[in-house]
């Protein structure tokens, strides 16, 4: 079965500061999403990538996705207090059927 | 766009009892549901998938007796966990996936359920 593993787990940086977060599955990923959660609250949807290579940004976070479609990224410029939170990556491994899997999460803190 | 609503947001009921908790898709239509558990500080559990009009599908492991999901309208799925159970108490969480369109998967808002 098909695993995300994210690093790092958990993360402090100073604000202003930029951080990157990956997500690496151990199979081909038919589409990766990026959600951002604060503990006891719904997922936010930040992005979807589904094509090798396909990077987007929306205000100041990116997401990228591998060439193979394994590994992805996600990078926050300039981190504000507001970015703080839980960022999950989750996969649909099983050929677009919506099922999602998830990585264990990655928790940020964003020190003012 | 692309809002999901659950209700209720908080439950809290005694054991044996049954609770529904509602997942509507509230500006667009969603021929796919997804039931997710969280425990905490853990990652989500896919618990089930609810389609419109048909029977859901449970993972490995989740008693479809227990979590009832009827899913009754393209906005509209419902998930009751029957006599629950204190072992039940966790956070429940649906998403939707858009009929057309991006096929994005948006999340509702989860519900807390405690069960004493």
């Known amino acids: 079965s098909q695993e995300l593993e994210q690093s790092p787990q958990s993360l402090i940086v100073q604000e202003g500061k930029n951080l990157t977060i990956n997500c690496t599955s151990s199979?081909?990923?038919?589409?990766l999403y990026w959600y951002k959660q604060k503990y006891g609250e719904g997922l936010i949807f930040l992005m979807m990538?589904?094509?090798?290579?396909e990077e987007k940004s929306h205000e100041k976070i990116t997401a990228k996705l591998d060439e193979k479609k394994q590994q992805s990224s996600l990078h926050i410029t300039a981190s504000q207090p507001s970015h703080a939170g839980i960022y999950l990556c989750g996969a649909d491994g099983s050929g677009n059927t919506g099922k999602l899997i998830f990585g264990q999460g990655t928790t940020l803190q964003v020190k003012p | 766009g692309a809002v999901v609503s659950q209700h209720p947001s908080r439950v809290i009921c005694k054991s044996g009892t049954s609770v529904k908790i509602e997942c509507r898709s509230l500006?667009?239509?969603?021929?796919?549901m997804f039931w997710y558990r969280q425990f905490p500080k853990q990652s989500l559990m896919l618990m089930a998938t609810s389609n419109e009009g048909s029977k859901a599908t449970y993972e490995q492991g989740v008693e479809k007796d227990k979590f009832l999901i009827n899913h009754a309208s393209l906005t509209l799925s419902t998930l009751t966990v029957t006599s629950a159970h204190p072992e039940d108490s966790s956070f429940y969480i649906c998403s939707a996936r858009a009929r057309t369109g991006p096929r994005g998967q948006y999340f509702g808002p989860g519900t807390r359920l405690t069960v004493t």
């Open positions: 500006d667009f239509q969603a021929t796919t």
């Open positions: 990538l589904q094509k090798g290579g």
């Open positions: 199979k081909t990923l038919y589409g």
